[in-house]
């Protein structure tokens, strides 16, 4: 018991010395540092061979990087952090027990006090010192970190940019144990090969420790843990999160003040001291804060807070909303307000671009299925008719065999607009309700238009996220009120809901101010969704689509995250 007290001891006067040596003592910790040497002798002989070791590896920094020898003690730090690493790894040395204590040293300390010991065998121990460190530090400038073992992988990025000190970092660079990196800009995702993803927001500075630790200096980190890599440990300068399966996020500011968030699963906090393990469980929905005079307090939980979830493809920035709206897809954007409400898809070639007032042309494709290349989450869009048999819906060529023979005929684009009828005298409305931007979100639908959604490639930028349903408000508009003294329009048309090609919903025969709540369950195995209207053309109408003014109130991807703790 009395050695585990000596150690403890020993370990925070360690501490304390290193911040005397950086000048960063407070009060109360000069008085310690003065009351310990004035009174105990273990402590005193602490202190000569600390400050021996010290001299000696300020001298082989000197040697080696003397550059920046001169400016600050990063060189110093960093011959430092590394004799930690290698006594972590290195085999063990039997040390001689008996000493032959010959030589006396004299030191004066900060506080004053002379101290007087004998001890070949210290300063023996110096010199095998010195050079063990400066064979580290020799091997640190012959075999950089590209010789370590590899542990992780860049795995995305989206806007990023990186002080890389030569490295050249792009989406599938390999990652190497105790490489130290700076993200300036931007976002990056890290995929550890036990597992572990973190998200990194800028500005970051991080070292991957190894493939169960990263040490974050400042920045924000996102962590999803799976249960094979339990244990894996967020080390800050004033504290640590350990995993235990889950998901968290860490923010540290530039002072070292720490945030941990836990969304899910539990963690261990605890301070990083020497002398104290002790920690405490955070669970999923808590938080803490500790600050960098290392005082934990209890805060909100914000589970908006991190970028969970990047996609550089679609410039997806997931932070854990529960829904994905997809009138914001539509648009350009990623179904987390990153769109465009003046950009418009044209169902006849599948382009995305500018909004342009249509007014009463008719249209016809010249193909049955337009991919959309140029969105993410878009597979592509057609303007429907079975009037030939079945038609194309999506771009790996399924076909649906029970589409109403139409006109085949279109005039608006999809448009997420309220204003897609002004020119008209309507407008995307029900009852006293407005759809479309600035209003509710909604995506203009005017019949015959199909569109079919990838969820294969929401999944794969939502890596740990499942969509669970598809919910909208089938709907066709009211009249405008300007033409409430004319002759009523008859519109009616129909909407068709499908995944993978199978019919999930069929609402036929819907006229003006008609509306439905549509709500579809989805499973992982559903690739397509896909929606279309048809204009339920009638024998003899000269214009069947003329007042078909269809739409999707509030359409949106209901999500779900994985319990990561059971992988």
């Known amino acids: 018991m009395m050695h585990d007290d000596n150690s403890k001891k020993n370990h925070r006067l360690g501490l304390i010395l290193q911040r005397s040596l950086e000048g960063n003592l407070t009060v109360e910790e000069k008085t310690w540092l003065g009351d310990t040497l004035r009174t105990d002798v273990r402590a005193r002989e602490f202190y000569i061979g600390f400050m021996k070791v010290h001299s000696g590896l300020r001298m082989i920094s000197a040697e080696i990087l003397p550059e920046t020898a001169s400016k600050n003690n990063a060189s110093l730090n960093d011959l430092l952090q590394g004799l930690s690493e290698y006594e972590q790894e290195a085999p063990e040395v039997i040390i001689p027990t008996e000493l032959n204590p010959e030589l006396e040293l004299v030191i004066d300390t900060p506080s004053g006090i002379r101290i007087r010991k004998k001890s070949k065998w210290e300063n023996l121990l110096l010199l095998g010192s010195i050079a063990a460190v400066f064979l580290i530090a020799a091997a640190g400038v012959m075999f950089p970190p590209a010789m370590n073992r590899e542990v992780a992988t860049i795995t995305d990025m989206l806007s990023a940019r990186w002080q890389n000190n030569g490295v050249r970092y792009e989406t599938g ?278 569109i079919t959604f990838d969820l294969d490639a929401i999944r794969a930028d939502l890596k740990n996220v499942e969509i669970e349903y598809f919910e909208a408000l089938c709907a066709m508009a009211s009249l405008a009120a300007s033409r409430n003294d004319r002759v009523s329009p008859a519109g009616k048309a129909d909407f068709i809901i499908l995944l993978d090609g199978k019919e999930k919903k069929v609402i036929s025969d819907v006229r003006m101010d008609f509306s439905e709540m549509v709500h579809i369950d989805i499973e992982p195995q559903d690739r397509f969704l896909t929606i279309m209207t048809t204009d339920h053309q009638l024998k003899g109408e000269s214009d069947p689509i003329g007042w078909d003014r269809c739409f999707l109130g509030e359409p949106v991807l209901g999500l779900r995250v994985d319990n990561v703790s059971k992988e």
């Not at 279109?410 to 002004?422: A, G, H, I």
């Open 173 to 450: 660079t390999r990652l190497f144990k105790r490489e130290r990196m700076l993200l300036e800009e931007g976002l990056a995702e890290l995929e550890f090969d036990n597992g572990v993803r973190l998200t990194i927001e800028s500005p970051a500075s991080f070292k991957v420790r190894s493939d169960m630790q990263i040490d974050l200096e400042y920045g924000r980190l996102f962590a999803t843990v799976p249960g094979r890599a339990s244990g894996f440990t967020v080390k800050t300068r004033v504290a640590k999160v350990v995993d235990i399966g889950t998901r968290f996020g860490v923010e540290v500011d530039k002072a070292g003040a720490v945030s941990l968030h836990v969304i899910q699963g539990q963690t261990k906090l605890g301070l990083n001291r020497f002398w104290n393990n002790e920690s405490i469980d955070v669970k999923g929905g808590a938080a803490r804060n500790v600050s960098a005079r290392e005082e934990i307090t209890v805060i909100t939980c914000d589970d908006r807070l991190f970028a969970q979830e990047i996609g550089s493809r679609s410039n997806t920035i997931w932070r854990g909303e529960e829904q994905l709206d997809l009138a914001d897809v539509v648009c350009g954007g990623s179904g987390f307000n990153t769109g465009n409400a003046e950009m418009v898809i044209d169902p006849l070639t599948g382009e995305l671009q500018p909004y342009v007032e249509r007014g009463s042309i008719t249209r016809r494709a010249q193909v049955a299925f337009s991919p959309a290349e140029s969105m993410a989450y878009v597979d592509g869009v057609f303007v429907p008719d079975g009037g030939e048999g079945a038609i194309e819906i999506t771009s790996t060529g399924i076909r649906y065999g029970r589409c109403p023979d139409t006109s085949g005929a279109t005039r608006k684009d999809l448009t997420v607009l309220n204003k897609v009828y002004y020119n008209e005298g309507g407008d995307l409305i029900l009852g006293d309700v407005k759809y479309g931007y600035p209003y509710r979100p909604a995506i203009c639908m005017q019949a015959n238009i199909g």
